[in-house]
Nanobody, 116 residues
Framework: VQLQASGGGLVQAGGSLRLSCSVP???????????FEWYHQAPGNQRELVAT??????YYGDSVKGRFTISRDNNKKTVYLQMNSLKTEDTGTYFC?????????WGSGTQVTVSS
C-alpha cells in the first residue's frame, strides 16, 4: 500500500495550506477502519504526532489545536490536513501514517516551509 502525500509548499506566517494523503490502492472497506495520522518533523528533531483520525474521532497535538484540522474523504480514499494560522515553527516535513491490524505504512513526506 502506497501513501501519496502532497500539498506542501512555501507560505508566509499566518497563511494556510492543505495537505493530502491518498491511498488509491487500499480497499475501501479497509480505508474506513484505518487510523490515519499526520506527523511533523522539524529539521534536526524527531517526528511529532500532530493529528489523528480514528473511528470517527479526531485528536490533535497541543501545538496545533485550534489551527489544524484532519479530515477524510472515504470515497476518494484521501486524508487531509488543513493547516491555518501557520507559524514558522510549523516548518518541516509532514508525513502521513496509516495503521491498523497488521498494517503500518508511512508516506514519503511533503515539505512545508513557513516564512516570517
Amino acid at each position: 500500500v502506497q501513501l501519496q502525500a502532497s500539498g506542501g509548499g512555501l507560505v508566509q506566517a499566518g497563511g494556510s495550506l492543505r495537505l493530502s494523503c491518498s491511498v488509491p490502492r487500499m480497499i475501501l472497506s479497509t480505508f474506513w477502519g484505518t487510523t490515519f495520522e499526520w506527523y511533523h518533523q522539524a529539521p534536526g528533531n524527531q517526528r511529532e504526532l500532530v493529528a489523528t483520525s480514528s473511528d470517527g474521532s479526531s485528536y490533535y497535538g497541543d501545538s496545533v489545536k485550534g489551527r489544524f484540522t484532519i479530515s477524510r474523504d472515504n470515497n476518494k480514499k484521501t486524508v487531509y490536513l488543513q493547516m491555518n494560522s501557520l507559524k514558522t515553527e510549523d516548518t518541516g516535513t509532514y508525513f502521513c501514517h496509516a495503521r491498523g491490524p497488521g498494517m503500518d505504512y508511512w508516506g514519503s513526506g511533503t515539505q512545508v516551509t513557513v516564512s516570517s
